[in-house]
């Protein structure tokens, strides 16, 4: 059997760190919005869900876009894994787990994530952050 074993730190960030880690929650708060507004426009329209691939391909023109040209500042993956949040929202709601996706508000629950980890200086060390 297997033992899973998990940290938990306090971490304290610096105040560029933390106007660092607002932009990445604003930014994945922002894409998964703007691809649940899309979603809810298409089925209002009768056309098909896009899902994770179809709005995964809208990223780069939603970087390029002059209105939201700071989007390329924060890690694609962090913008992924919004979308990837998403699709998994639909799924279970589709298979009757979960209620309808929800839009989301700023200041409620603000997070990001890094699929691959994020690594400290030590080797072979990781760390989870969440802040309040």
Known sequence: MKRRQAFRFNVRPTDTQERIFRQFAGAFRFVHNRALALEIDRHASGEARLGYVGTANLLP??????????????????????????????????????????????????????????????????IWCQWE
């Open 61 to 126: 023109l939603w970087k390029r876009d002059p209105e939201t040209v700071w989007l390329s500042g924060v890690h694609s993956q962090i913008l992924q894994q919004s979308l990837k949040d998403l699709d998994r929202a639909y799924k279970n709601f589709f298979e009757k787990r979960a209620g309808f996706p929800k839009f989301r508000r700023k200041g409620e629950n603000d997070s990001f994530r890094f699929p691959q980890g994020a690594r400290l200086d030590e080797p072979n060390a990781r």
